[in-house]
């Protein structure tokens, strides 16, 4: 994945995002045993907190939903409220830092695309990064 987004309502393998460099992936955690099947040598795992990714979130859900009348999906949206604090939000350590690099250089007026080709350029030699390349 280089930049998408995806929502897992299934269980996972046991070394989900081996290799993840870019994209978001919203887990639903029902058991509670997800960070031990995740490999987080190149990701963080966060709460899902802002309002606008969770309605993202339900959204993707909704759809999915409908297209395939997943029970699954119908049961996660009828209990919604109980069930959205168990997703966790995969994010790649290297996309997060050029996330946040693309904003501090549109803050500075720098248009959309330039802003990423600078973020991209700062990024590149960034000893921190977990690609090493």
């Known amino acids: 994945m280089t930049g998408g987004r995806v929502v897992v309502l299934g269980k996972t393998g046991r070394n989900?995002?081996?290799?993840?460099?870019?994209?978001?992936?919203?887990?639903?955690d029902e058991s509670g045993d997800f960070p031990r099947r995740c490999n987080?040598?190149?990701v963080w795992l966060e709460k899902l907190e802002n309002a606008d990714e969770i309605e993202q979130v339900r959204r993707m859900?909704?759809?999915?939903?409908?297209?395939?009348?997943?029970?699954k999906a119908q049961r996660?949206?009828?209990?919604?409220?109980?069930?959205?604090?168990?997703?966790?939000?995969v994010m790649p350590k290297d996309y997060k830092r050029m996330l946040e690099?693309?904003?501090?250089?549109?803050?500075?007026?720098v248009p959309d695309d330039e802003a990423f080709?600078?973020?991209?350029?700062?990024?590149?030699?960034?000893?921190?990064?977990v690609g090493g390349n």
């Open 16 to 28: 989900f995002a081996a290799g993840m460099s870019g994209g978001i992936a919203y887990v639903l």
């Open 101 to 109: 690099t693309v904003e501090r250089v549109k803050a500075q007026g």
């Open 117 to 129: 080709m600078i973020a991209f350029d700062l990024n590149k030699m960034d000893q921190a990064r």
């Open 76 to 89: 996660v949206l009828a209990n919604w409220e109980e069930m959205v604090g168990r997703f966790i939000k």
């Open 40 to 42: 987080q040598a190149m």
């Open 61 to 71: 859900i909704v759809r999915h939903a409908e297209y395939t009348c997943s029970q």
